[in-house]
């Protein structure tokens, strides 16, 4: 069984500054994990995914996310927020057997204060 | 190339009617799927196609049915309509050849029923 769980669904930051999306994983096997990110009145679009091949993952826009084994977790952060941030945020994680089959967290929105 | 495609983007539905929500890629993928996304529940699973001919249930399958018309197309019906099938639908597609291979997703459909 896998499942993640996305800690706050409502996140509000200050132009500027640092932005910190909490993603804790449950899964029986190494996982695959992904961030997605959805505008309004948009399907969701890849951020970036962890496949075991390097623990610190850089994705679009600026974001990043690090795999902790230990901990279970796939934060995704970003230095500095930017207004065009503002959106939905979801964290998924998939299962290593043939069919790709993806559980997704139940979202956190990022809003961006000026 | 377009992507993922969903037709209709809105519709309007009374209780017991019935509709087909359609979805086209062109990027050659093997895998497609359907989701639903509500409020505070993140995206569900309704059903998939791990490639041509084949379909499978997911997470929320009771109330639809589902159609792999050829590789490009796999289509989602609603029999007899309900208010709790009110949602925004999304269509996404992957390739399957390798795990961890992200997921495309279309723009959405948003249903209400009354």
């Known amino acids: 069984a896998q499942s993640v769980t996305q800690l706050g669904s409502h996140v509000s930051v200050s132009e500027g500054a640092l932005v910190l999306l909490r993603c804790n994983y449950s899964?029986?096997?190494?996982?695959?994990l992904f961030w997605y990110v959805q505008y309004p009145n948009q399907g969701l679009q890849l951020l970036l995914k962890y496949t075991s091949a390097a623990t610190l993952v850089k994705g679009i826009n600026g974001f990043e996310a690090e795999f902790k084994k230990s901990e279970t977790s796939f934060h995704l952060t970003k230095p500095s927020a930017h207004m065009s941030d503002a959106a939905e945020y979801f964290c998924a994680v998939s299962n290593s057997g043939g069919y790709q089959k993806v559980t997704f967290g139940i979202g956190t929105k990022l809003q961006v204060i000026p | 190339n377009a992507g993922v495609t969903q037709t209709p983007k809105f519709q309007v539905l009374k209780t017991g009617q019935s509709m087909t929500l359609q979805c086209a890629q062109d990027m050659n993928h093997n895998s497609m799927y359907w989701y639903r996304q509500d409020p505070g529940m993140g995206l569900r699973l309704i059903y998939y196609?791990?490639?041509?001919?084949?379909?499978d249930k997911g997470e929320v399958p009771n109330g639809y049915n589902v159609s792999r018309l050829n590789k490009r197309e796999f289509s989602l019906r609603l029999e007899s309509a309900a208010p709790s099938q009110t949602s925004v639908y999304f269509c996404?597609?992957?390739?399957?050849?390798?795990?961890?291979?992200?997921?495309?997703f279309g723009p959405g459909t948003r249903l209400t029923v009354l």
């Open positions: 996404a597609s992957s390739q399957m050849d390798r795990v961890g291979n992200e997921q495309f």
């Open positions: 196609s791990a490639s041509e001919g084949t379909t």
């Open positions: 899964s029986s096997v190494p996982p695959y």
